[in-house]
């Protein structure tokens, strides 16, 4: 159930500078222009791109906004799946808050709205607590995913841990 293009989920800090970046570009900030580049060179690579609920229903409150819209157009809002909030609960165990938690969670157990991937391969974040509590823990995420996806059905027991990353850093690796 993986995407034959690249997946990638932008947590609310990048939708925040993307938006922010588009209604004054004029006067970016460096995280706003690096997330609009960011997103610029996922357009370009035809990435598919999503966003949690929770950020699409916060952006839908702004719609009335072009650039709101302008950027609604090129993500994709990206659900729970099955397991997701078995998976959330068990990442909080490893010192993640409970919004960290349904983030990673759904990077791993979410899907698309036809129920066609699981998960995405790569989670960008500028929250750097976030992404250096991952990869400390990322060993005991590993064997804790690898435990609990044993006794699992298809294509659940398929379920891999995302790459958490900075934009910058996800940018470099898009070339």
């Given at each position: 159930m993986?995407?034959p293009l690249?997946?990638?989920?932008?947590?609310?800090?990048?939708?925040?500078?993307?938006?922010?970046?588009l209604?004054?570009?004029d006067?970016?900030?460096?995280?706003?222009a690096?997330?609009?580049?960011?997103?610029?060179?996922?357009?370009?690579?035809?990435?598919?791109?999503?966003?949690?609920?929770?950020t699409?229903?916060?952006?839908?409150?702004?719609?009335?906004?072009?650039?709101v819209?302008l950027?609604?157009?090129?993500v994709?809002?990206?659900?729970a799946?099955k397991?997701?909030?078995r998976?959330?609960?068990?990442?909080?165990?490893?010192s993640?808050?409970?919004?960290?938690?349904?983030?990673?969670?759904?990077?791993?157990?979410?899907?698309d709205?036809?129920?066609?991937?699981?998960?995405v391969?790569?989670?960008?974040t500028f929250?750097?607590p976030?992404?250096?509590?991952?990869?400390?823990?990322?060993?005991?995420?590993?064997?804790?995913?690898?435990?609990?996806?044993?006794?699992?059905?298809?294509?659940?027991?398929?379920?891999?841990l995302?790459e958490?990353?900075?934009?910058?850093?996800?940018?470099?690796?898009?070339?």
């Amino acid at each position: 159930m993986l995407s034959p293009l690249p997946t990638y989920l932008l947590d609310k800090s990048v939708v925040r500078r993307i938006v922010e970046g588009l209604t004054h570009p004029d006067r970016l900030t460096d995280e706003e222009a690096m997330a609009i580049a960011f997103w610029r060179a996922l357009r370009e690579s035809k990435s598919r791109m999503f966003i949690s609920a929770e950020t699409a229903n916060i952006m839908k409150r702004f719609s009335t906004w072009r650039e709101v819209r302008l950027f609604l157009g090129t993500v994709e809002t990206m659900r729970a799946g099955k397991y997701f909030k078995r998976w959330a609960r068990r990442l909080q165990e490893h010192s993640f808050t409970m919004e960290d938690a349904k983030v990673l969670g759904l990077a791993t157990y979410g899907t698309d709205a036809a129920g066609e991937i699981l998960g995405v391969g790569v989670m960008v974040t500028f929250d750097r607590p976030l992404i250096n509590n991952y990869e400390a823990q990322r060993p005991a995420l590993e064997r804790r995913l690898q435990a609990m996806t044993a006794q699992l059905s298809p294509p659940f027991r398929d379920a891999g841990l995302p790459e958490v990353m900075h934009p910058i850093e996800a940018l470099f690796l898009l070339g």
